[in-house]
């Protein structure tokens, strides 16, 4: 009797228990509340609360009804039904608890998401969507620690494409060597779009272009007009001084790429320009680097690399006046011009003066001149340097050698001889100064002091017989 008495007890248990964890309601409900969400009735928060009501002891549509919520930027309903979905299965449903860490997530408190995820993980360890959210979320604080999550569900699930999220995370936190790595142990075939995007950017990024082409290449083989992946090929074709290619791909940028699909800037017509400039095409090269001049990029340092491409397309079509006007405009576009910038504006000056002739070549000779003059008054420590472009373009002009260098070298070698070490540079320049000082002493019948300075070449270059010659033959002409 006893037996029999214990047996209905624990029927009657069985059928308590069965019937409070039945589940309520139907997938239409999910359907159903996302139509209320989406067109906002008068009654919605009555027809929210029916629904959550009458779902009150099914999880699975409980956290569908708070995917729905957090979609619609509802984060108080949508908590809400995560905390129910959660109780109801004693607050070890990893749904729930990923729902509320999206919604930390979504409201910027990284240390409560990443918490949450940790909580779904521990609930369901083989849920690869807590251990992904978990790795983005905790990349912030620690790329090798969201790394080591991975690598937990690397082992608990291992069919999952751990590497590739590796590659995606720590490209995101710009740890791109990291991301090369992660990405390299997939196969292309395995590799999404985004995949070969970022893959091969981390590569341009570490200077590898010719790796990053070859992944460039296995993704446009899968998507022959992809914007960004042609994009990449043309400039990985320019820095690998492949211009031929580099247009081929600019080419399907420019023009076979659907409008719709890409938004061409400043920066695409510069690299097309540096492929036209590399191909030896400099007047298209300079109507691309202007065409890029007018489009409205964000980047106003980039109209300063512009204005020097024009300018380098101008001096290789030996157009030295428009090449000078736009190297000035480069130097005004460079906030951080240096000495070595201004120095280029003198080069181009002088290059103009020596394809002059008569007056408006010792014209052009004079305003180099006066630009180096300028160059060592506002950069004291490029002097030298200066000195040493002035006493040569001195020296081309005194063809009788009146001594027009005269200043210019003395000076010269008096900084360049007070330097605690004399190196490669000092020692060109000194060997520039000291033949010009000889010749015109020879010139001015004063063969002490030539022999003086033919004694200095020697020093500079010991093993030269021509100038063994010259001493020797100066040595007697001095007694």
Not at 8 to 21: H, K, N, P, R, Y
Not at 43 to 53: A, G, R
Not at 334 to 351: F, I, P, R, V, W
Not at 412 to 436: G, P, Q
């Amino acid at each position: 009797m006893k037996t029999m008495k214990y047996l209905l007890m624990g029927a009657l248990l069985f059928g308590c228990s069965a019937s409070t964890m039945a589940q309520t309601g139907t997938s239409a409900d999910i359907d159903a509340l996302k139509e209320i969400i989406k067109n906002k009735p008068a009654d919605y928060d009555k027809q929210v609360k029916n629904y959550v009501s009458k779902n009150k002891k099914n999880a699975e549509n409980l956290v569908a009804f708070g995917r729905a919520f957090f979609e619609a930027e509802d984060s108080v309903n949508a908590k809400e039904c995560a905390m129910k979905a959660n109780a109801l299965k004693k607050n070890n449903y990893a749904p729930a608890y990923i729902l509320l860490g999206d919604l930390a997530a979504m409201g910027d408190r990284g240390g409560e998401a990443a918490s949450n995820y940790e909580q779904a993980i521990l609930a369901d360890p083989k849920n690869p969507d807590a251990y992904r959210k978990y790795a983005i979320v905790y990349s912030r604080v620690s790329p090798e620690g969201a790394v080591a999550k991975l690598e937990e569900l690397r082992n608990e699930v291992p069919s999952y494409p751990v590497d590739r999220l590796i590659g995606h995370i720590s490209y995101s936190q710009q740890r791109y060597a990291t991301a090369i790595e992660a990405f390299s142990k997939v196969s292309t075939s395995e590799l999404t779009r985004m995949d070969f995007i970022e893959y091969a950017r981390a590569l341009q990024l570490a200077r590898k272009y010719d790796e990053s082409q070859k992944v460039v290449v296995a993704g446009l083989a899968k998507e022959p007009l992809n914007a960004t992946l042609n994009r990449f090929a043309m400039m990985n074709c320019n820095d690998l001084k492949q211009y031929s290619e580099a247009l081929k791909y600019a080419e399907v940028l420019f023009t076979k790429v659907d409008k719709d699909s890409v938004k061409l800037s400043d920066l695409d017509y510069q690299n097309y320009g540096k492929a036209l400039f590399g191909n030896e095409q400099f007047e298209e090269a300079i109507a691309k680097y202007k065409e890029a001049l007018a489009q409205p990029g964000e980047d106003k340092s980039l109209h300063a690399d512009l204005y020097k491409g024009i300018s380098d397309s101008y001096k290789s079509l030996k157009d030295y006046p428009n090449a000078i006007e736009s190297y000035q405009s480069y130097l005004n576009a460079k906030e951080d011009a240096d000495a070595t910038d201004q120095a280029g504006l003198g080069l181009l000056q002088n290059s103009y003066a020596r394809s002059l002739e008569g007056e408006a070549r010792a014209e052009a000779f004079a305003k180099a001149d006066k630009m180096w003059e300028e160059l060592a008054v506002k950069f004291p420590d490029a002097e030298e340097y200066a000195l040493w472009q002035r006493g040569r373009l001195m020296a081309q002009q005194d063809t009788d050698l009146t001594g027009l260098a005269k200043a210019n070298f003395e000076r010269l070698i008096e900084l360049v001889t007070a330097h605690e070490e004399v190196d490669a540079t000092d020692k060109t320049r000194l060997f520039d100064a000291y033949s010009y000082l000889m010749r015109y002493n020879v010139k001015q019948k004063n063969n002490k002091a030539a022999y003086e300075n033919s004694k200095k070449l020697l020093e500079l270059q010991p093993d030269d017989a021509e100038i063994k010659k010259v001493v020797e033959a100066l040595e007697k002409a001095a007694n």
